[in-house]
């Protein structure tokens, strides 16, 4: 269990310091460094990226589970993930940062799925298997300890020596990881155990030619169709080309024998559901970074300086005219009459919604907390509370009132709609943007999705490695991811739609409504869900 703790705290590590700073270095004008991307087309592109990184660990569970293992495929993804950190360190090239992420969604396929199984196949022991809850929640403290640690690394090199030094440090972060794997692999070899599968399961070439071939025509059909459907051809190509995807898990069940068909019948259903929170969650990479960005007061008093400086914490603005793209009262860029983007003279952008007798003196440099940090908060909660909510459930356990895992994930749902109700009111305090609002509300917004997300995503693991049938688990986990990577892009979709808003609680109220439906779906169907695991000897 430590190894597996450290190995996913360094790969954690390597993929949250890149996310964190994907959009501001996308979307960063060329001259200091980044891509110099539109904001809604770094937002669109974001999306697509962790969409896809969760799209492949459907595959690369199929191929743990018939050729490779868990662990050679955790070794295999890993080292993919860390090369692919590195070559996104090469500047100004748009072409190689492409099939960097290339391959690092390739790679996250190989590992995402696989070390979550491998987990699961240690609590598998008797001795263990009434902890397992417990386990995925520790487990998932040393993903978040990484996250936490990621953004100061990022924000300290980006800031100091620049963009490509902070992917430098994703890359080591996740060659550490490996390295940390393979040392204790004889820890869990005895877990790395590959199931007998049945005459009606798929072979990895039968896989290729069935579904993954199907998913890539379709999804080429769906972009070069004239128009589009769901904003922009990426998205229109992801969505459509998913559905030979979804078609066979389904396909799965109806080959499933009848003892494993109640299981996977459970796991598609809570699938679906979960879809919502992820897109709302994964906001926190592209609307509440937005938001931090430009519309949170981001200052701090002098005698918090030094300390922030040295955990790289501190983004110096010199207040200054100077050129800048041209934005109308809520950060939106203005295009002139030829379409492009327009410039102007002016101060930085981020004194736009600061009343002038606020601004500092020109010349003067500003010390502001740098936006990726707020990454951090999140995690943050996640190290400190998990173990609150260990307590919490083991508490009830003893008094026979601990919810079922489907139980805590629709506390999960109802928790992370309450979340949306923070940014709501923020947006009221601040008058729609008009002035800047206090960091404590963003800080309040991710205290709460956090609880959410400690009832939600690590049972959905450990719901996973409990309710799978065994010779499909590294598959199955995969279709957990597969619902994730549906939701994370369809959270890009969401959040490209920022812009139409002129008032910003109008965002957020589609956030708190898909989130309460999907609420009120899970728990339409706790019945069911409660009883199939009664009926397997599951809680």
Not at 110 to 119: H, Y
Request: net charge positive.
């Amino acid at each position: 269990m430590p190894f597996l703790f450290l190995t996913e705290m360094w790969e954690r590590f390597g993929y949250y310091l890149m996310i964190g700073i994907f959009v501001l270095y996308t979307s960063d004008q060329w001259r200091n460094g980044g891509l110099g991307m539109s904001r809604t087309e770094a937002i669109g592109l974001y999306g697509t990226y962790i969409a896809l990184a969760y799209l492949t660990p459907f595959i690369g569970g199929l191929i743990a589970d018939r050729v490779l293992g868990f662990r050679r495929s955790i070794i295999l993804g890993g080292t993919m993930m860390g090369v692919g950190y590195l070559m996104m360190a090469i500047p100004h090239n748009i072409q190689t940062f492409y099939v960097a992420l290339g391959v690092t969604i390739v790679g996250n396929g190989f590992f995402k799925p696989n070390i979550s199984t491998l987990l699961g196949n240690l609590y598998n022991e008797d001795q263990y298997r009434t902890k397992k809850d417990d386990g995925y929640n520790i487990f998932y403290m040393g993903i978040n300890l990484g996250a936490l640690i990621c953004n100061f690394v990022a924000a300290y090199l980006r800031n100091t020596f620049g963009w490509s030094w902070a992917f430098v440090a994703a890359g080591v972060g996740m060659l550490i990881g490996v390295v940390i794997f393979v040392a204790g692999s004889r820890h869990y070899k005895h877990a790395d155990v590959r199931q007998k599968g049945n005459a009606n399961d798929s072979g990895v070439t039968q896989m290729l030619s069935s579904v993954l071939l199907p998913a890539a025509l379709v999804g080429w059909a769906a972009w070069n169709i004239p128009g589009t459907i769901f904003g922009s051809d990426m998205t229109d190509a992801f969505i459509f080309g998913c559905i030979p995807i979804i078609g066979f898990y389904l396909w799965i069940l109806r080959t499933a024998s009848a003892e494993e068909k109640p299981r996977i019948k459970v796991l598609l259903a809570i699938y679906a559901v979960v879809i919502i929170f992820w897109a709302i969650f994964k906001q926190n990479g592209t609307a509440l970074t937005i938001w931090a960005e430009n519309y949170t007061d981001r200052s701090m008093p002098a005698w918090m300086e030094t300390p922030a400086r040295f955990m790289g914490m501190v983004k110096e603005i010199k207040v200054e005219q100077d050129t800048f793209l041209l934005y109308d009262h809520q950060f939106r860029t203005t295009k002139g009459a030829d379409g492009k983007l327009v410039e102007t003279v002016s101060l930085p952008p981020y004194f736009k919604n600061l009343p002038p007798e606020q601004h500092p003196p020109e010349g003067e440099s500003v010390k502001l907390v740098s936006t990726e940090i707020f990454q951090s908060v999140n995690p943050f909660f996640v190290v400190v509370l998990t173990p609150l909510v260990v307590l919490f459930f083991a508490w009830l356990r003893r008094r026979g009132k601990e919810p079922t895992t489907p139980g805590k994930i629709g506390w999960g749902l109802v928790i992370s709609a309450l979340s949306t109700l923070v940014t709501i009111w923020a947006v009221a305090v601040c008058h729609n943007g008009a002035e800047k609002a206090s960091v404590w509300w963003l800080v309040g917004t991710y205290a709460v999705i956090t609880v959410g997300e400690l009832c939600l995503s690590p049972m959905g693991l450990s719901m996973v490695s409990k309710m799978a049938p065994p010779r499909i688990a590294g598959l199955m986990m995969g279709g957990w991811q597969l619902a994730t990577s549906i939701g994370n892009k369809l959270s890009g979709v969401l959040a490209a739609m920022w812009d139409r808003y002129d008032d910003k609680a109008d965002f957020f109220w589609v956030n708190f409504v898909l989130l309460s439906a999907a609420a009120l779906i899970l728990f339409s169907m706790m019945r069911w869900l409660n009883r199939v695991f009664r009926e397997k000897g599951l809680t």
